[in-house]
Every structure is written in structure tokens, then in C-alpha cells.
């Protein structure tokens, strides 16, 4: 049999069109996952990318936002989702790493179950409050909270840097600092605008209007991916320079794109090329970097050796807290 005729008996057979059917990638709308309500900087990212990756694609990418338990719906639906790359998880490292510390048991493992695309965003962390508080500055907060019985501080969602940041600041200062969780940053900057809450942690974009119309003022901030002080907050000193150093004020968190496990390595890497071209969009770019958050990528390699070697740091630094879910 020649080439020829092998082409056309495998033409006949059907084979050739579900070979090709087969390594078509994507073949079908791609859904980004968001572990948050849309508003937030994760949401706002998500469709950034998004946008840019369907003109890539040639297909639909859809931001679906699934909050609650900090991102575990979100992950549990991409961890048990079909490895071929069109469901895709945007959130915080929450899921994939604090929730081993925080919680007995997950729907799925951390450690196995995710491929890892590449992280887009990592940054500080605001300690804010309203503007009826009286306090200026760390020491100024904590003589507050010491006599405030009540006082409450809110974070985006229970177990994450935020929350972490909180029970620190208990320990560290023996108070008794009441947290309040919230599903995403904005239901909660709304609280604190409202007065309902006196302060609360959270990324500088969900808070940034209110700060610069005098609504709420930013106490401290964690170090950033570089360390030091925020760009767009140069006046307000870090954690550190206000004399702490715990693990969770000094570590710099991340947002990731990853996938489910077993999707091929080939449609990984395309995933990553496209979601590193949308980064790289001048436009882009400014957006995110507005939040106060640094815009940043790595191979899917580099990604996932990351995940293994932070991964066992932070969760000796939640474990310190005594932080525990359930």
C-alpha cells in the first residue's frame, strides 16, 4: 500500500479527522474560574486576560465567578474538571496552600490534582480603617483596639493573608481583635465605607477610591514582592518599619492561573503564551498595576517549583497563628 492509498483508507475510517479533532486546541470555549464576586482585583484581572485570550484563541473565554470558602469552589470545580485545558482556576495561592494548613480535609490535594500556568500578580496588602478611628499609624491603632471592647478588623476570607494578618497582630500585641470575614474585598470595603466595620485588610485597588477621597486611611502595608513600601502608598510605612516582622505581614502572596492536572504539557505551555501576551499589553498592564499589585509571569515550570518550595513555608507560618477552620 502507498502513501496515497494509506491516506485515503484512513480517510475512509474516519481516523485522520479525530486525530486532528484530537490535538485541536481549544476546541470549545475556555471558562476562567474566579473564587471571587466580580469587583475585586482577581475578578478584574480575569477579564483582562480573558478579553486578550479569545482574540488569540479564535474561541469564547468566559470569567465565571464561583466565591466562597476562599476560592475552594472554584478549585474543586477546575481540580475535578476534564484535563484538556478549557477550565481554568484565577485566585489567590488560598486554595492550593493556606486551606492544607486551615482545614482537615479538602475535595481535592493541593499537591496533585492542579498543573500550575503561571502566576500573574503578587503585592501588598492593606491594614485599613475608617476615617472616624482614631489612629494614624500601627501603635496609634493598637492603643485603640486595646480600649475599644469589640473592635473588630474584616478580611476578604477566613484563612486568608488577611485574616492570617489579624490573628498576628493579636498575637503579637495581646489583643483581642474580633475578625470578620467577607466573600471578597468589595463586600467588605463597602462595610467598612458604611461604617458597619472599623477597618479591615485588602488589596490597594478595592480600597483605593475610598483612601483618596479621604473615606478610609491605610495604616501599614505588607511588604511588597521587592520589599519595601507600596508605590502608589509611599507614605505609609510597612509592618515591618512599624515593628513587625511576622511571617504573614512580610511574605508577599500571589495570584496564579492554573489548570487541571493531566492536561498536556503542549496545552500548558500555549496557555501560558497566551496568558503572558495579554500580561504584556501596555493597557493591560496599567490596569493591574493600579491596583498596587506587580504584574509578573514564569514558565509553567518555574510556577510550579515555586508552589513547592513556598508552600511548606507558609504553612509553617499559618500553623504558628494557630489559625484553624474546622
Known amino acids: 500500500m502507498n502513501r496515497r492509498e494509506a491516506v485515503l483508507g484512513m480517510l475512509a475510517l474516519g481516523v485522520v479527522p479525530f486525530a486532528k479533532a484530537q490535538g ?3 476546541s470549545k470555549p475556555i471558562r476562567i474560574i474566579v473564587g471571587f464576586p ?29 466565591p466562597g470558602a476562599g476560592g475552594i469552589i472554584a478549585a474543586t470545580a477546575v481540580a475535578k474538571a476534564t484535563p ?3 477550565t481554568l482556576l484565577l485566585n489567590l495561592a488560598y486554595p492550593v496552600i493556606n486551606a492544607q494548613a486551615l482545614l482537615k480535609s479538602l475535595p481535592y490535594d493541593p499537591n496533585k490534582d492542579f498543573a500550575f500556568v503561571t502566576p500573574i500578580l503578587g503585592g501588598s496588602v492593606l491594614l485599613s480603617v ?11 491603632l493598637v492603643e485603640y483596639a486595646r480600649r475599644t471592647p469589640g473592635f473588630a478588623l474584616g478580611s476578604w476570607a477566613p484563612g486568608s493573608q488577611g ?9 503579637h500585641f495581646g489583643l483581642n481583635i474580633t475578625h470578620v470575614s467577607y466573600k471578597g474585598e468589595g463586600p467588605m470595603t463597602q462595610d467598612i465605607m458604611g461604617g458597619q466595620i472599623p477597618g479591615g485588610t485588602s488589596s490597594l485597588g478595592a480600597m483605593q477610591g475610598a483612601i483618596k477621597a479621604g473615606q478610609i486611611r491605610a495604616i501599614a502595608v505588607t511588604s511588597g514582592p521587592r520589599g519595601g513600601r507600596m508605590k502608589q502608598l509611599s507614605e505609609v510605612p510597612t509592618f515591618a518599619e512599624q515593628g513587625m516582622n511576622e511571617p504573614s505581614v512580610t511574605f508577599s502572596g500571589w495570584i496564579g492561573i492554573l489548570t487541571t492536572a ?3 504539557r503542549a496545552t500548558v505551555a500555549k496557555l501560558n503564551e497566551w496568558v503572558r501576551d495579554a500580561l504584556a499589553q501596555p493597557e493591560n498592564r496599567a490596569k493591574l498595576e493600579s491596583f498596587g499589585l506587580e504584574v509578573f509571569s514564569s514558565t509553567p515550570e518555574e510556577f510550579d517549583a515555586s508552589f513547592r518550595t513556598e508552600a511548606p513555608l507558609w504553612i509553617k507560618a499559618i500553623n504558628a497563628t494557630g489559625v484553624k477552620l474546622d
Open 24 to 26: 485541536a486546541f481549544p
Open 38 to 66: 466580580p469587583g475585586g482585583v482577581a475578578d478584574t484581572a480575569a477579564r483582562l486576560i480573558a478579553d486578550h485570550m479569545s482574540r488569540l484563541a479564535g474561541k469564547p473565554v468566559i470569567v465565571d465567578n464561583r
Open 84 to 86: 484538556d485545558g478549557h
Open 130 to 140: 475608617h476615617r472616624s478611628v482614631p489612629a494614624t499609624n500601627l501603635a496609634e
Open 163 to 171: 485574616h492570617l494578618m489579624v490573628e498576628a497582630i493579636n498575637r
Open 262 to 264: 493531566g492536561t498536556p
